[in-house]
């Protein structure tokens, strides 16, 4: 089975600073990871993804993630982030047979102010 | 390329009564997921159903049921309903199969309010 943490469960930022929002697994087998973002009163919406190859994953919205395969970690960036970057964030992961149901880690709710 | 429509989008029951909640693919998608989200216990998985099979099943008791149809919509229904089954309920499509990577495409999910 495959879990994910999420290790902070709200991160506050002002506008155009950096972010990281943590993310660690634990799998047995070798896995896809996801990570989405969800704003109010909507679903999720896929940011970026990695299956394989380069450890750095660029997404939307100027979002990338690193894989660090030693440390089970994907942790999500964003070198600038603005207002509209409000939301929760929720990783996940998948085994990479791809016919396995995501698991999601808690969620981080970004709070970015003025 | 339209998304996965999920309807309705918000509904209220009381306690004891039973829900049923639909769920539209993404044209070409066999599989059909349905996750939970309440604030206090995030995302759980409720159930996968993959060509009209169920091919995962979370850990909810028997009260939560879904099926499938040929054309890959998806229903899922709680019966007897508890105030704790106050959640959103989020569907998402995938193509399932052969070359799969596991990516879910998430509809805007339905708010269900029990009193």
């Known amino acids: 089975a495959q879990s994910v943490t999420q290790l902070d469960s709200q991160v506050p930022v002002f506008e155009e600073a950096p972010v990281e929002l943590r993310c660690n697994y634990s799998?047995?087998?070798?896995?896809?990871l996801f990570w989405y973002v969800q704003y109010p009163n909507q679903g999720l919406q896929l940011l970026l993804k990695?299956?394989?190859?380069?450890?750095l994953v660029k997404g939307i919205n100027g979002f990338e993630a690193e894989f660090n395969k030693s440390q089970t970690s994907f942790h999500l960036r964003k070198p600038s982030v603005h207002i509209s970057d409000t939301a929760e964030y929720f990783c996940?992961?998948?085994?990479?047979?791809?016919?396995?149901?995501?698991?999601f880690g808690k969620g981080t709710m970004l709070l970015v102010s003025p | 390329k339209a998304g996965v429509t999920q309807t309705p989008r918000y509904l209220i029951k009381t306690r004891g009564q039973q829900v049923t909640l639909s769920c539209s693919p993404i044209s070409g998608h066999r599989s059909v997921s349905w996750y939970q989200q309440t604030p206090g216990q995030g995302l759980q998985f409720l159930f996968e159903y993959f060509s009209e099979t169920q091919r995962n099943k979370g850990n909810f008791p028997g009260r939560f049921s879904g099926r499938q149809f040929s054309n890959s919509r998806s229903e899922m229904n709680v019966s007897t309903l508890e105030l704790g089954d106050s959640a959103l309920y989020l569907c998402?499509?995938?193509?399932?199969?052969?070359?799969?990577?596991?990516?879910?495409?998430f509809g805007e999910g339905s708010r269900l309010t029990v009193l």
């Open positions: 799998s047995s087998v070798s896995v896809y």
């Open positions: 990695y299956l394989s190859g380069s450890t």
């Open positions: 998402a499509s995938s193509l399932g199969d052969r070359g799969n990577t596991g990516e879910l495409f």
């Open positions: 996940a992961v998948t085994p990479n047979s791809g016919y396995s149901t995501l698991t």
